[in-house]
């Protein structure tokens, strides 16, 4: 009996221990499916941040992506643009000159009509035609050989024009037309003002100008005859000429200085006796109050 009481009560212990170790367990068991919840959402936030990273790195990638694709697409843009700015200038420019050759061959073409044309009036010796035409000729495009052939024939035709104006105007002083003769002067001057026979044209002229009673400019045209060095041998007449319109002027005083500068410079000219009377009178003249020098 004792045994089997002994059998009951190590049955009963280790029930109890049995119970023991499944509540043990049990509470391991839940301690363990604690800990793998808790695992299992760490684990879960760790993939929900993963997958959240993992968007975002995407979206700035995919951002950054596109900002450089942008960036690139804008320089290509640009250089294209640069590029096209640059051939649409090459192009105008290259319209321009074709403008301007084209331009330039018109203006070509147009000067050869024109000196072609000059050059028949040269050939014909239309020499008055020539002489009007050559300043708007001289503005055609001219190679140099034409400009300078055609520069010397026009001063040529100038020197010719002058000279012929000059013979004729000192036709018409023998013929007592002493207006139209004082123009044919002026026009020798016009054509060629520095000309050697110029001073014999002023000398004439001032000559004429005496004749029709404008006597101040005979003497201003007589000095230019006096202060000139191409032909001195006009000098003399020259200063005689300038006394005799200062004498016309009433400027007694200025034609007695010109007549003793004559006899001083040419004591033996074949005018010299007669220009010594004349001073001689004139001095004669002013003791006597017959005539009075004017006083500036």
């Known amino acids: ?42 684990q879960a936030g760790y ?9 975002i790195a995407y979206i700035l990638f995919a951002s950054l992506s596109f900002v450089g694709l942008w960036l690139a697409t804008n320089y290509r843009v640009a250089e294209a643009e640069r590029e096209l700015e640059r051939l649409e200038a090459a192009l105008a420019e290259a319209r321009a000159e074709l403008t301007e050759a084209n ?11 024109a000196a072609a044309a000059f050059y028949r009036a040269v050939r014909e010796r239309r020499r008055t035609d020539v002489v009007e035409r050559w300043p708007e000729v001289r503005r055609e495009q001219l190679t140099r050989a034409e400009a300078a052939f055609f520069r010397d024939t026009v001063d040529r035709f100038h020197l010719d024009l002058s000279v012929e104006a000059y013979q004729s105007g000192l036709d018409l002083m023998r013929t007592g037309r002493y207006a139209e003769a ?23 002229l001032a000559r004429a100008l005496r004749r029709l009673g404008r006597h101040a400019e005979a003497r201003v045209l007589a000095q230019q005859v006096v202060d000139q060095t191409i032909d001195r041998e006009l000098q003399d007449d020259a200063l005689l000429l300038y006394a005799a319109a200062s004498e016309d002027l009433g400027d007694i005083d200025e034609a007695r200085n010109a007549l ?3 006899l001083r410079r040419w004591p033996r000219g074949a005018e010299s006796v007669s220009v010594r009377r004349h001073l001689a009178d004139l001095n004669r003249r002013v003791m006597r109050g017959e005539i009075t020098v004017r006083t500036e």
């Open 260 to 262: 003793r500068t004559f």
């Open 47 to 55: 993939e929900r941040r993963f997958i959240w990273n993992s968007w």
């Open 1 to 42: 009996m004792r045994e089997v009481d002994e059998e009951i009560r190590e049955i009963k212990k280790e029930i109890i221990e049995s119970r023991g170790l499944v509540i043990k367990s049990s509470n391991l068991t839940n301690s363990l499916a604690a800990d793998v919840k808790s695992i299992a959402k760490r």
């Open 182 to 204: 004082a123009e044919a002067f002026q026009e020798a001057i016009r054509q060629k003002e520095d000309a050697a026979h110029i001073p014999g044209v002023k000398l004439q």
């Open 103 to 113: 331009n330039q061959n018109e203006r070509r073409v147009r000067a050869e009509n």
